[in-house]
């Protein structure tokens, strides 16, 4: 299952409120996670199963969609968030990921 | 706490072999299937393999099938990773990885960088 994931890359300020799609080639439920990602850093997982929040992460962070377009959504960006955002197919194997949203101070 | 710690990285030629192994603590090693996930210099993340608790279930990326191969020892919380004919392509941090039930990974080793180059 091929994910994509827009846009590649995104411009933004303190405080704006910034949205990252994610598209499946096929079907997959509610099997999507978001992580996210700092330079010289291991991934951490935001939102597993489309929506539900992982322990411990702002709930300025939101997920949803489901079957094939899902979408990220960071309500009021704070200066800890610009990173790189990925989405991960989780229905089947192979296990695939989107190929990254990097978020950059406008 | 959660804790991984992954090692045996390195520099090895074409061809050659690597083992990665992975130290776990701080959950009940066995009740968790385990993964690896890779990423290459500058590049985005690929997954590569995932194990069962048990050990009898195993997963491969087509990338890697038929080279690598997992395996786990639950006496020891000590995830591997054997690496067999190893390419340039496969040259990349590889991170250890918690697996839930549903595929998620929810803990990260700080990785292990490997190195395939003559």
């Known amino acids: 299952i091929q994910m994509t994931q827009s846009p590649s890359s995104v411009s933004a300020s303190v405080g704006d409120r910034v949205t990252i799609t994610c598209r499946a080639s096929?079907?997959?439920?509610?099997?999507l996670a978001w992580y996210q990602q700092k330079p010289g850093k291991a991934p951490k997982l935001l939102i597993y199963s489309e929506s539900s929040l992982q322990v411990g992460v702002p709930s300025r962070f939101s997920g949803s969609g489901s079957g094939t377009d899902f979408t990220l959504t960071i309500s009021s960006l704070q200066p800890e968030d610009f990173a790189t955002y990925f989405c991960?197919?989780?229905?089947?194997?192979?296990?695939?990921f989107g190929q990254g949203t990097r978020l950059e101070i406008k | 706490e959660v804790q991984l710690w992954e090692s045996g990285g390195g520099l090895v030629q074409p061809g050659g072999s690597l083992r990665l192994s992975c130290a776990a603590s701080g959950f009940t090693f066995s009740s968790y299937a385990m993964g690896w996930v890779r990423q290459a210099p500058g590049k985005g993340l690929e997954w590569v393999s995932s194990?069962?608790?048990?050990?009898?279930?195993?997963y491969y990326a087509d990338s890697v099938k038929g080279r690598f191969t997992i395996s786990r020892d639950n006496s020891k919380n000590t995830l591997y990773l054997q690496m067999n004919s190893l390419r340039a392509e496969d040259t990349a941090v590889y991170f250890c990885v918690t697996t839930g039930s549903e595929n998620y990974f929810a803990s990260w080793g700080q990785g292990t960088l490997v190195t395939v180059s003559s």
């Open positions: 096929q079907g997959i439920g509610i099997w």
């Open positions: 991960q197919q989780a229905g089947s194997f192979p296990i695939t």
């Open positions: 194990i069962t608790g048990g050990g009898g279930g195993t």
